[in-house]
Each structure stands twice: as structure tokens, then as C-alpha cells.
């Protein structure tokens, strides 16, 4: 975990991008399940790509809007584990997000709620900002080192 000049690999970039975009909706797809699936009675891709169920005026909708945010969160916690360096994580949130504008925008056409934007700004800024504390921290910690002393045969 030494970062020095970094040789730039496109591929890299493109594989960090799809886990991070998986682990993202799978990370979804559990909050959602938790918390919708025990109040309809079917589960279905409306509920992630759907913007119009992304609303304050259901508890379920509420609900989804909690499974969101959660997401975020627990994104942040994997741009640490996949992304590592704390200037990469708003590149990174930004583009999940934008990903997924483009998945809903084929799902279900442009989102016309304002409550769905509020919902995915905030969520980039949260996975962002918590994000970058967190690798922040880990880049900072202390690098160990062996106190084993050695005996010279001098």
C-alpha cells in the first residue's frame, strides 16, 4: 500500500468501476429486502431504477429512500477496500451515480422527481465525503515496522 507514481491502467479503472457498481446493488438489493420486501408482495426492479417509488408520501416509499441512503454508506465503506486512495473516491461516486441515471433513465425515462435527486445527491455526497475520511484515515495510519533486533556476528 505504498503509492508513488502510479502507472495508469484503463482496465484497472473498468474492474474497479463494476465491482464497485455490483457490490453497490447488491448492497441495495439486501436494504431493499430488509426493508420493502416485508411490505409488498413481490419484489421487482421498480423499486431500484424506478424513480417514482423513490417518495416521501408511502412509508414504503420511505422505506426505499432508507435502503438508498444505507447503500451509500456501505459504499463508502467499499470505495476503502477497492479504491484506496482518498482523491479517487468523489471520481468514483460520481461515476456509480451517473451509471445509475443511465440504468434508470433506460428503465423508466427521465426521473421527474425532485425527490429522487435529492435522494442520489445526497447519497453521492455521503458515499463521497465518508469515503474520502475513511481512506483518508487508512492512509494515514502508521506503517509497522519489526522491532526484532538482530545479534551481529561481528
Known amino acids: 500500500m505504498f503509492y508513488g507514481a502510479v502507472v495508469w491502467d484503463p482496465w484497472l479503472i473498468v474492474v474497479q468501476i463494476v465491482c464497485l457498481q455490483c457490490l453497490y446493488y447488491l448492497t441495495l438489493g439486501l436494504f431493499l429486502a430488509i426493508l420493502v420486501g416485508t411490505r409488498v408482495s413481490r419484489m421487482s426492479l421498480v423499486y431500484f431504477f424506478d424513480f417514482a417509488t423513490v417518495t416521501v408520501s408511502t412509508v414504503t416509499g420511505c422505506c426505499v429512500i432508507a435502503s438508498f441512503v444505507l447503500s451509500a454508506l456501505a459504499s463508502a465503506g467499499y470505495l476503502v477496500l477497492l479504491i484506496e ?70
Open 85 to 154: 486512495r482518498s482523491k479517487k473516491c468523489l471520481d468514483f461516486s460520481v461515476t456509480l451515480y451517473i451509471v445509475h441515471l443511465f440504468i434508470c433513465i433506460g428503465y423508466g425515462g427521465w426521473p421527474s422527481s425532485i425527490t429522487w435527486w435529492v435522494v442520489n445527491g445526497t447519497g453521492i455526497g455521503v458515499m463521497a465525503l465518508l469515503g474520502e475520511y475513511l481512506c483518508m484515515r487508512r492512509e494515514l495510519q502508521e506503517i509497522k515496522i519489526p522491532t526484532t533486533r538482530y545479534r551481529s556476528n561481528v
